[in-house]
C-alpha cells in the first residue's frame, strides 16, 4: 500500500473514532502526498463524507486538491475533473460564497460547451 493510501486509511480511522479534530490533524499530511489521480479519487470520496458530516471547509480543502491534480494530469475537460469543479461550486454555495460559485458555473458551462 502506497504512503498516501496508508495516511488516508489512518484519517478515516480517526475520523470515525476519534471525531473530526484527530482526523484534521492528518489532512496536511494526506493532501501534501496526493498526487495521482486515483489519489485524488480517494480525496473526493473522503471529501463527500466530510461534507455530509457538515465539515464543508474540511472538504473544500479536499476537493480543491483533487481539482488540483486532475486538472493537472487529466485536463480540463476530464469528466473527473468537472465532477470534482461541482464539487467545489457547492461548497461555495453552501458557504454561501455565491460570486465564486457563479465564476466556477461559469467556467463549467464554456469547458462543457465548446467542441
Known amino acids: 500500500m502506497s504512503t498516501f493510501q496508508d495516511r488516508m ?9 476519534s471525531g473530526p479534530s484527530a482526523a ?4 496536511e499530511s494526506v493532501l501534501n ?4 489521480p486515483v489519489d485524488a479519487t480517494q480525496l473526493l470520496a473522503f471529501g463527500d ?9 474540511l472538504a473544500e ?6 481539482v488540483s491534480i486532475l ?7 476530464d469528466r473527473q475533473y468537472l465532477d470534482a469543479m461541482q464539487r467545489v461550486a457547492l461548497v ?7 460570486d465564486e460559485e457563479a ?10 460547451s465548446t467542441p
Not at 463524507?49 to 471547509?57: I, Q, S, T, Y
Not at 480543502?61 to 483533487?66: E, F, P, T
Not at 465564476?103 to 462543457?112: D, N, P, R
Open 103 to 112: 465564476e466556477i458555473l461559469g467556467y463549467l458551462k464554456i469547458l462543457t
Open 24 to 27: 484534521m490533524l492528518m489532512t
Open 92 to 98: 461555495c454555495h453552501s458557504l454561501k460564497r455565491y
Open 61 to 66: 480543502q479536499y476537493y480543491r486538491k483533487a
Open 33 to 36: 502526498t496526493a498526487k495521482t
Open 9 to 17: 486509511l489512518r484519517t478515516i480511522h480517526l475520523y470515525g473514532s
Open 71 to 77: 486538472g493537472t494530469s487529466l485536463g480540463p475537460r
Open 49 to 57: 463524507k466530510l461534507f455530509r458530516d457538515g465539515n464543508v471547509a
